[in-house]
């Protein structure tokens, strides 16, 4: 349980600040995600992810992502994912606007462990990120392959037994790499409330604080508000009939 703590406070730290003189830009962000995850036999389900995003209302940068995967349960608090995204980012600047397409391959690792009314969690994942950028619809301007590791701990506190109100709380630390050296990528503090409902679904309301790295000493610091509905299938008594 020492451990569980340790990440947790690892996440929960803020991001680093460069020695050198910085450029920290504020931006307000509005995020709609719903995801849902289908449980195919005890050891075996799928799931889908879809997301966008808007920046200052829409005015500064519009992002979208769809990803899909599977996963096999070791058990009930132990799982290995892998699956493929992928991401349209469209920056709304002067002049033509500036697209990027992204695919990404991904390989997840993710654990639990409830203890009474207390969930604790923690996820790590691998991407392997294709980005190609594009202004409106001239060919590539530049196709680039990054590799992104990012860890992440979850707290949820569920005031009722089952159903009903639930707290949750989680920090995210992402690193870019290139197997010999890690550049920080971003960092995010999580901070929200939801209700569980009787159909195996939730709604949530989150505030996201994220501090993320654009360029060399070009910083943006994120408000975020985020809407999460999240749904739950189990297949598995249709098959056994």
Known sequence: MKRIHYFF?????????????QTVLQRHVTWFAGQGQA????????????????DDWGAYRLQSLARAGASFHFADNLAVSAGGAFFVHRLNDSGPHLFRREWRSWEEIAWKKQVNKSEFA????????????????TPPLKNEL???SRGRADYVLSLRKENGLFLNFAGEYMVRHDFRSLVF?????????????RNR????????????RRG???????????ILYRVQLDFRKKVSE
């Open 146 to 148: 990054i590799f992104r």
């Open 9 to 21: 406070l690892l996440t929960a730290l803020p991001a680093p600040r460069p020695a050198e003189a």
């Open 39 to 54: 449980k195919l036999s005890d050891r075996w389900s799928v799931s889908l992810d879809l997301q966008t995003r808007r």
């Open 122 to 137: 923690l996820r790590f994942r691998e991407e392997q990120r294709l980005m190609m950028a594009t202004k409106d619809i």
């Open 216 to 226: 060399y000493k070009l910083y943006e610091r994120h408000h975020i508000l985020r």
């Open 185 to 197: 990528d971003q960092w995010r503090g999580y901070a929200g409330a939801g209700w569980k409902f």
């Open 201 to 212: 679904s939730d709604i949530a309301l989150h505030y996201i604080m994220q501090y993320q």
